[in-house]
């Protein structure tokens, strides 16, 4: 009858329905598994894990850090300590730099200490071991770019290395761009890398980063 038909099809609309629905959620549990092993498993372009974060803005602790980063470099297992004013996960700060005075890009930038690039196993390209031998009170006005803020100024790395450059904070004095460092994911892996300047100011620092020897971490 028509009446038997209608619930008949209505019965097999519910059935695809409900099979089309079946296919949609499984095939977005496997994009959100795939997504999440990307997220586990990509390559950030330097050494995470083992890394324990100590804030240091609180007053007269930054002005010790020094003291803080000596203590902490001489216990067992440690195997480094540096300094940044973010953290190299979630740098949001944007600033313009003067390549030239014809010439201005948009960076993202971290003041860090000399140390970082080697604790935090960052690739660095550059004329000698300059970083080496910044001190305390020469640290400010020295930079380096990653790739990407290199690309963006049409330059290799090569023509970058020497060059003078000024950031628009601090007193601003142009200063010599000390080498270029290897891209590596500062924001969230949805984000594409962006240009960063680097530079080395101690006032600027928020948080020391301690490595920790994985054979001294427990699971």
Known sequence: SIRSNR???VRNVLMVLQFAVSILLTLCTAITFL???YL?????????????VLDISLPGARENFRALKNEFSSLPGVE??????????DIQTGENIDLSPSQTQGVYCIS???????VMSIPLKSAGDPLATLQP??????FVLNNS???AAGWTSEDALGR???IRHGNQKPGPVLGVSEDFHFQSLHHAIGPLAIEFSPGDYQYLLVRIAPDRVQT
């Open 35 to 37: 997504q999440m092993n």
């Open 80 to 89: 480094g300590v540096t300094a940044a004013s973010q953290l190299p996960t």
């Open 7 to 9: 619930r008949w099809n």
């Open 149 to 151: 803020a290199v690309e």
């Open 164 to 166: 003078e450059i000024s």
């Open 40 to 52: 586990q498993e990509a390559s950030l372009g330097y050494r995470k894990d083992h890394t324990v």
């Open 112 to 118: 860090v200490a000399p140390d970082f690039f080697r």
């Open 137 to 142: 009170n020469d640290t400010v006005n020295y």
